[in-house]
C-alpha cells in the first residue's frame, strides 16, 4: 500500500523563476492537501484539493495554484518565486473533507536564490 | 485571527524523565490531532481527540482534550531516544474541515 509520494525531493531555482511540485496521494484517497514549512516552524495550510477543485485557501498569494487530476494526483505551482519561498512543501492526503487525519509525505526542499 | 501556541518551544530531557508539552488555541476547535515529526522527516499522524475532556493513551503517551475544547496536553512517561522529534498540536480552519492549523511545535531532545 503505497504512501503519499511527492517529487521531486529538492530543488534549486532562481528568484522570479517558477516551480511546479507533484504529489501522488495514499492509495484509497481523494483529497490533498498542500502545506509549506519554513525552517523551525509548523506547517503552514496553503490550499486543498477535493474532487478536482480547490475547496479551500490558505492565507497565500494567488502566485500559489494547483491542480488535482482525476487519478487524485497533485501539482503545486509556484510563479515569480521569492527568496522567502524556499521552504519544505509537504503534500498531505485524506478521504473526504471531513475530520480524517492527514497522510504527509517526505516532502521536497525549495531553495531559491 | 486563529492561533494555536504551544509550550515549550524546546525540551530537553534525560532519558527516563517525563515530558509535557501544552497546546492552547484562541478558538474553541471541534477536534485536535497531534503528530510527530523527526528531525528531517514529515509529520505523522499520532492521534485526534474530538470530546471535551477526553483523554487518550497510547503505550507511554497520554494526550487531553481540555473542558472548553480550547486547549490540549501531551505527556510522555518514561522518555526514550525514539522519542525525539518536534511534537505539533493542529485545529481545523473550520468545523468538519479538516484543513489544519498547526501550532508551534515542540521540540523534544532526550538526552541518553
Known amino acids: 500500500d503505497a504512501g503519499v509520494t511527492q517529487s521531486p525531493t529538492h530543488l534549486i531555482k532562481t528568484r522570479g523563476q517558477q516551480v511546479t511540485l507533484r504529489c501522488s496521494p495514499k492509495?484509497?484517497?481523494?483529497?490533498v492537501s498542500w502545506y509549506q514549512q519554513a525552517l523551525g516552524q509548523g506547517p503552514q495550510f496553503i490550499f486543498q484539493?477535493?474532487?478536482?477543485?480547490?475547496?479551500q485557501r490558505g492565507n497565500f498569494p494567488d502566485r500559489f495554484s494547483g491542480h488535482q487530476f482525476p487519478n487524485y494526483s497533485s501539482e503545486l505551482n509556484v510563479n515569480a518565486l521569492l527568496l522567502g519561498d524556499s521552504a519544505l512543501y509537504l503534500c498531505?492526503?485524506?478521504?473526504?473533507?471531513?475530520?480524517?487525519?492527514?497522510?504527509f509525505g517526505n516532502g521536497t526542499r525549495l531553495t531559491v536564490t | 485571527g486563529q492561533q494555536v501556541m504551544q509550550i515549550p518551544q524546546y525540551q530537553h530531557v534525560q532519558e527516563g524523565e517525563d515530558f509535557t508539552t501544552y497546546c492552547n488555541s484562541s478558538t474553541t476547535l471541534s477536534n485536535i490531532q497531534w503528530y510527530k515529526q523527526r528531525p528531517g522527516g514529515h509529520p505523522v499522524f499520532l492521534i485526534q481527540l474530538v470530546k471535551s475532556g477526553e483523554v487518550k493513551k497510547q503505550k507511554r503517551l497520554t494526550f487531553q482534550f481540555g473542558e472548553a475544547k480550547k486547549n490540549s496536553s501531551l505527556h510522555i512517561t518514561a522518555t526514550q531516544t525514539t522519542d525525539v522529534g518536534t511534537y505539533f498540536c493542529?485545529?481545523?480552519?473550520?468545523?468538519?474541515?479538516?484543513?489544519?492549523?498547526f501550532g508551534t511545535g515542540t521540540r523534544l531532545t532526550v538526552i541518553p
Open positions: 484539493y477535493y474532487e478536482e477543485e480547490e475547496r
Open positions: 498531505a492526503s485524506s478521504l473526504g473533507q471531513g475530520n480524517s487525519p492527514l497522510h
Open positions: 492509495s484509497g484517497h481523494d483529497t
Open positions: 493542529a485545529g481545523p480552519f473550520a468545523d468538519g474541515a479538516n484543513n489544519l492549523f
